[in-house]
């Protein structure tokens, strides 16, 4: 069975410092791995998606995340968060062509 | 280009009762997906349509059921609701079997079932 697990419910960070939130996956198949971002009463856009290639993956918002192979993991990083990135963020991994699996979810609050 | 449309925003049903969400597809997009986000959780597949039939579901009882229509919009119809079927229902097309074309989401609809 695949599965995603976000490690971190909430995230508190002051606005203009760094942000890393955690994706670890399962899977015993290759996979494709996405980050989604969902703002309060909004369907989730899409930040950035690993399909091949080089394993760091740059996004929309200023976002990267990192493919890690060997870890099972796809952690998402902001070198300097806005106020505005307050949301929810999904670590979503998918194989063959429909069943997307997403992580619960990390809820991150910049603050002032 | 339009983007994923889905209605209506909220709605409030009876335990017992049945419901029926539209959505409409991102031009261009063959292939509709209906997930379930229940509160502070991710979303969960219910099921994919392609050429207007369902083309793989998730771990949802037949009560939940979907049609896909010729200009690729799509129906996710609920019946005899249960107060665990309150969620947000989000709707999302795609382009069938390309890997360079994610899931693209609408806003969903906020049912709730009293």
């Known amino acids: 069975a695949q599965s995603v697990t976000q490690l971190d419910s909430q995230v508190p960070v002051f606005e203009e410092a760094p942000v890393e939130l955690r994706c670890n996956y399962s899977?015993?198949?290759?996979?494709?791995l996405f980050w989604y971002v969902q703002y309060p009463n909004q369907g989730l856009q899409l930040l950035l998606k690993?399909?091949?290639?080089?394993?760091l993956v740059k996004g929309i918002n200023g976002f990267e995340a990192e493919f890690n192979k060997s870890q099972t993991s796809f952690h998402l990083r902001k070198p300097s968060v806005h106020i505005s990135d307050t949301a929810e963020y999904f670590c979503?991994?998918?194989?063959?062509?429909?069943?997307?699996?997403f992580g619960t979810g990390t809820r991150l609050k910049v603050l002032a | 280009e339009t983007g994923v449309t889905q209605s209506p925003t909220h709605l409030i049903k009876t335990r017992g009762q049945q419901v029926t969400l539209r959505c409409s597809s991102q031009?261009?997009?063959?292939?509709v997906s209906w997930y379930q986000q229940a509160l502070g959780q991710g979303p969960q597949f219910i099921f994919q349509?392609?050429?207007?039939?369902?083309?793989g579901r998730g771990n949802f009882p037949p009560r939940f059921s979907g049609l896909q229509f010729p200009n690729y919009s799509s129906e996710l119809n609920v019946n005899a609701l249960e107060l665990d079927d309150s969620a947000l229902y989000l709707c999302?097309?795609?382009?069938?079997?390309?890997?360079?074309?994610?899931?693209?989401f609408g806003n969903g609809t906020r049912l709730t079932v009293t």
């Open positions: 999302a097309s795609s382009l069938y079997g390309s890997t360079n074309s994610p899931l693209h």
């Open positions: 979503a991994i998918v194989s063959g062509t429909y069943k997307y699996i």
């Open positions: 031009s261009g997009h063959n292939t």
């Open positions: 690993y399909l091949s290639g080089s394993t």
């Open positions: 349509y392609y050429r207007e039939e369902e083309n």
């Open positions: 899977s015993s198949v290759s996979v494709y």
